[in-house]
């Protein structure tokens, strides 16, 4: 069974691009949670999607956006990247209902 | 609000046991997990306990739960050098209308050492 895959694995922007991150569920899985994770703040949850609706939100600007398909697959963008969203952001997908999450390696972005 | 502790590093020689613990504040957790992270890598799911359970093995992996203490822990046996990563708590909490919140601790560093 294919776990959680996150494409790019990498990305270099500058500041003030946008960048769209993808992350592919586990087969069956209609959640998907997006974290930020740096090493200062740690974990971070930015949002959560269930059958392609927003169901809960951190606390991050509204530069942070995300969607979610039908077939449950999500993507997240940033606009106006500044030098702090350098992170490694990480999606995980589960059944929903408080079940066990299952993380994808994550994207790293680095904002030069 | 909902936090979850855990202490910064840990260091074990190899064969030894490893206990790696855990505290929160929100008793109204509906599973707690234990998750690994290795370098350049992603969070893996290593084990989770129900709530209303007070211990779970799972070969090298023992979790006990202390509700009233609110404190779980994770016990590696014959801790390999191959377990040095960094081990993160974490709990789901029901937010309402089927909604849930997963908050997750600081992570603890475990290193063996040869």
């Known amino acids: 069974k294919a776990g959680v895959t996150q494409t790019p694995r990498y990305l270099i922007k500058t500041r003030g691009q946008q960048v769209t991150l993808s992350c592919s569920p586990i087969?069956?899985?209609?959640?998907v949670s997006w974290y930020q994770q740096t090493p200062g703040q740690g974990l971070q949850f930015l949002f959560e999607?269930?059958?392609?609706?927003?169901?809960n939100k951190g606390n991050f600007p509204g530069r942070f956006s995300g969607r979610q398909f039908s077939n449950s697959r999500s993507e997240m963008n940033v606009s106006t990247l500044e030098l702090g969203d350098s992170a490694l952001y990480l999606c995980?997908?589960?059944f929903g209902g408080g079940e066990p999450q299952h993380f994808g390696d994550g994207t790293r972005l680095s904002i030069l | 609000g909902e936090d979850v502790e855990q202490s910064l590093f840990l260091s074990v020689r190899e064969g030894d046991s490893s206990v790696i613990n855990c505290t929160y504040t929100?008793?109204?957790?509906?599973?707690l997990y234990w998750y690994k992270q290795e370098p350049g890598a992603g969070l893996q799911l290593l084990t989770y306990?129900?709530?209303?359970?007070d211990m779970k093995q799972d070969q090298r992996l023992t979790v006990l739960l202390n509700k009233k203490d609110k404190h779980l822990s994770l016990r590696i046996a014959d801790t390999q050098t191959g377990d040095s990563a960094i081990y993160f708590c974490?709990?789901?909490?029901?937010?309402?209308?089927?909604?849930?919140?997963?908050?997750f601790g600081t992570g603890t560093r475990l290193k063996v050492l040869a």
């Open positions: 306990i129900f709530s209303n359970m």
């Open positions: 999607y269930f059958s392609e609706t927003q169901r």
């Open positions: 995980a997908s589960s």
């Open positions: 929100d008793s109204s957790s509906t599973y």
């Open positions: 087969s069956g899985h209609r959640s």
């Open positions: 974490a709990e789901s909490i029901s937010g309402g209308s089927g909604t849930y919140k997963y908050i």
